[in-house]
């Protein structure tokens, strides 16, 4: 690793035409003092990669004297965090991109980290009363995705308005589109409850559930789908919140909901104490009480004044210009993030003909990849406030540096982790399940889907930067090509026709999310994402 780190040190990554890598000369004598963090050597590397992409028309060559700049002491580094998770109040449209970045990084990585937590405790627990219990969590997890599709797409209008606006230094504008996303956000929820109430056996039914499934997942699937609002306003307000740059106030709700929800879980599931059991109907109700909670620590913090969005009772009205605006955005963003999830929904379909214990393996190899990936969401989350807030202040090369930037750090984080799992899928798996069929069906997924790690970091960012400007097209046309065209056929013949099971499944996966990364690339360099008006 010292000899990697020397040779990367001595680099000039330089382009093979006379048009440099952009990063500004003042930045290179300056970043000492702005961006005090100390980089280790993979981020070096990351950073290597992403710059002779990003090469541009504009700018000068990053030598190594431009990269050591780069490194500051490990006391600075504790200091950035400290203010990180404090939530120290910050201009991200001026100084350091590193400083910006990092600062929003942090508690969006913990919040990530919060969020993914819900997705493994339930499943942690549920385990442990069979496969049809996993088998249930996983199809229920496969129809709210839907769910989480709305309040995604809603979160990416709400987020995008709220970033330009703070950028453009007009608060109360900020505060307006923030109350009539919550506005659509509890009309979506309306819906899904009452669909999710009254169809939830037809719902597990449709997705290829064994009698013995429905039997046991109804309520679980009830519960989840009828406390839907919930997950809709917990991800809306969040957006905001990360939107305006108020980052750490997003990290401590989900630090209060996943608290609730781990005390609650076993709880109910077992019946523990005074608690009734309730099986695993026990982790949706769980799940249901922490998220609400956090929705209504969301709403206090909104209503106090002290946070960079303060709703006011002058801001409570609805106003149609600019909801029409955001039901564009989020129509559009809802569209996006449709076509990406609804993908799982296929691979589900796909799955299920392998059997219960089969689909409990690649449920439970699919609950430690989202924990895996969504604090990665946190540094892509980063990334499209910096290019909202940059837009909105009129300075669209800060916008691309702080993309590119972000996603070298995201790429550097990401490769560790897939390298960890693909040396560790087997012990790792075998903390949730010991069924002879799901434990190497879920450990043949974990270590496939981890050799596409580093695209899948890099297709994040780059997806969030395009949202963050407004560009809500871009990346749904690149998902509807990737996933619907690519990889949910791959992953059929390759499962199915040419036999090779569910690990034909994780191979398109992996092939598909790496083919996203390559293509957002080519269209992020082309810039046209500066030019979106929100």
């Given at each position: 690793?010292?000899?990697?780190?020397?040779?990367?040190?001595?680099?000039?990554?330089?382009?093979?035409?006379?048009?440099?890598?952009?990063?500004?000369?003042?930045?290179?004598?300056?970043?000492?003092?702005?961006?005090?963090?100390?980089?280790?050597?993979?981020?070096?590397?990351?950073?290597?990669?992403?710059?002779?992409?990003?090469?541009?028309?504009?700018?000068?060559?990053?030598?190594?004297?431009?990269?050591?700049?780069?490194?500051?002491?490990?006391?600075?580094?504790?200091?950035?965090?400290?203010?990180?998770?404090?939530?120290?109040?910050?201009?991200?449209?001026?100084?350091?991109?590193?400083?910006?970045?990092?600062?929003?990084?942090?508690?969006?990585?913990?919040?990530?980290?919060?969020?993914?937590?819900?997705?493994?405790?339930?499943?942690?627990?549920?385990?442990?009363?069979?496969?049809?219990?996993?088998?249930?969590?996983?199809?229920?997890?496969?129809?709210?995705?839907?769910?989480?599709?709305?309040?995604?797409?809603?979160?990416?209008?709400?987020?995008?308005?709220?970033?330009?606006?703070?950028?453009?230094?007009?608060?109360?504008?900020?505060?307006?589109?923030?109350?009539?996303?919550?506005?659509?956000?509890?009309?979506?929820?309306?819906?899904?409850?009452?669909?999710?109430?009254?169809?939830?056996?037809?719902?597990?039914?449709?997705?290829?559930?064994?009698?013995?499934?429905?039997?046991?997942?109804?309520?679980?699937?009830?519960?989840?789908?009828?406390?839907?609002?919930?997950?809709?306003?917990?991800?809306?307000?969040?957006?905001?919140?990360?939107?305006?740059?108020?980052?750490?106030i997003a990290m401590r709700v989900l630090w209060l909901a996943n608290a609730i929800n781990i005390l609650l879980g076993p709880c109910?599931?077992?019946?523990?104490?005074?608690?009734?059991?309730?099986?695993?109907?026990?982790?949706?109700?769980?799940?249901?009480?922490?998220?609400?909670?956090?929705?209504?620590?969301?709403?206090?913090?909104?209503?106090?004044?002290?946070?960079?969005?303060?709703?006011?009772?002058?801001?409570?009205?609805?106003?149609?210009?600019?909801?029409?605006?955001?039901?564009?955005?989020?129509?559009?963003?809802?569209?996006q993030v449709l076509v990406g999830t609804a993908s799982y929904v296929g691979l589900v379909r796909i799955m299920s003909t392998f059997?219960?214990?089969?689909?409990?393996?690649?449920?439970?190899?699919?609950?430690?990849?989202?924990?895996?990936?969504?604090?990665?969401?946190?540094?892509?989350?980063?990334?499209?406030?910096?290019?909202?807030?940059?837009?909105?202040?009129?300075?669209?090369?800060?916008?691309?540096?702080?993309?590119?930037?972000?996603?070298?750090?995201?790429?550097?984080?990401?490769?560790?982790?897939?390298?960890?799992?693909?040396?560790?899928?087997?012990?790792?798996?075998?903390?949730?399940?010991?069924?002879?069929?799901?434990?190497?069906?879920?450990?043949?997924?974990?270590?496939?889907?981890?050799?596409?790690?580093?695209?899948?970091?890099?297709?994040?960012?780059?997806?969030?930067?395009?949202?963050?400007?407004?560009?809500?097209?871009?990346?749904?046309?690149?998902?509807?090509?990737?996933?619907?065209?690519?990889?949910?056929?791959?992953?059929?013949?390759?499962?199915?026709?040419?036999?090779?099971?569910?690990?034909?499944?994780?191979?398109?996966?992996?092939?598909?999310?790496?083919?996203?990364?390559?293509?957002?690339?080519?269209?992020?360099?082309?810039?046209?994402?500066?030019?979106?008006?929100?």
């Open positions: 690793m010292a000899s990697v780190y020397r040779t990367l040190h001595r680099w000039k990554y330089t382009s093979a035409s006379s048009n440099p890598i952009p990063i500004p000369r003042s930045r290179a004598s300056t970043a000492a003092s702005t961006f005090q963090v100390t980089l280790t050597p993979p981020i070096y590397a990351a950073r290597a990669v992403v710059s002779y992409i990003a090469t541009t028309r504009n700018g000068v060559t990053v030598t190594e004297q431009t990269l050591a700049a780069s490194a500051g002491r490990p006391s600075a580094w504790w200091s950035v965090v400290r203010d990180a998770v404090r939530g120290a109040p910050h201009d991200y449209t001026a100084g350091s991109l590193g400083r910006g970045i990092v600062l929003l990084a942090i508690p969006m990585v913990l919040e990530m980290g919060m969020e993914s937590i819900f997705a493994v405790v339930d499943v942690f627990w549920v385990s442990r009363l069979g496969p049809d219990a996993v088998a249930t969590v996983g199809l229920t997890e496969s129809i709210m995705t839907l769910v989480y599709t709305a309040a995604m797409g809603l979160s990416i209008g709400v987020a995008a308005v709220v970033a330009r606006r703070i950028g453009e230094r007009r608060r109360d504008a900020a505060s307006e589109a923030a109350v009539q996303g919550i506005a659509l956000g509890l009309g979506v929820a309306a819906v899904v409850a009452a669909v999710g109430i009254t169809l939830a056996p037809r719902l597990l039914a449709v997705m290829g559930a064994s009698p013995a499934v429905t039997a046991i997942g109804s309520g679980y699937t009830r519960m989840l789908l009828g406390g839907s609002a919930t997950v809709l306003l917990l991800f809306l307000i969040n957006a905001i919140f990360r939107g305006a740059g108020d980052a750490a109910l599931i077992f019946g523990l104490g005074p608690f009734p059991r309730l099986g695993v109907t026990g982790a949706a109700v769980a799940t249901t009480i922490g998220r609400g909670t956090g929705v209504l620590y969301q709403l206090y913090r909104l209503t106090r004044g002290d946070a960079r969005v303060a709703i006011q009772r002058a801001h409570v009205a609805l106003r149609p210009a600019l909801m029409a605006n955001l039901v564009r955005l989020s129509g559009s963003g809802t569209f059997g219960s214990a089969a689909l409990a393996g690649y449920t439970i190899s699919i609950r430690i990849l989202v924990f895996a990936l969504l604090p990665s969401w946190g540094l892509s989350n980063a990334a499209a406030t910096m290019v909202g807030q940059s837009l909105g202040a009129g300075k669209p090369e800060r916008a691309e540096r702080a993309a590119w930037l972000a996603a070298g750090y995201n790429m550097a984080v990401l490769g560790a982790v897939g390298l960890l799992f693909m040396a560790f899928a087997g012990p790792i798996v075998g903390v949730f399940t010991r069924d002879p069929v799901a434990l190497p069906t879920g450990a043949l997924g974990l270590r496939t889907m981890s050799f596409g790690f580093v695209f899948y970091a890099l297709g994040f960012v780059l997806t969030q930067a395009f949202n963050g400007a407004g560009d809500t097209w871009t990346p749904t046309w690149i998902n509807l090509a990737c996933f619907w065209l690519w990889e949910i056929p791959l992953a059929y013949l390759l499962a199915r026709v040419w036999g090779f099971g569910p690990q034909g499944v994780f191979v398109a996966i992996t092939v598909g999310y790496s083919t996203l990364a390559l293509v957002s690339v080519v269209l992020f360099r082309r810039g046209r994402w500066k030019l979106r008006r929100v």
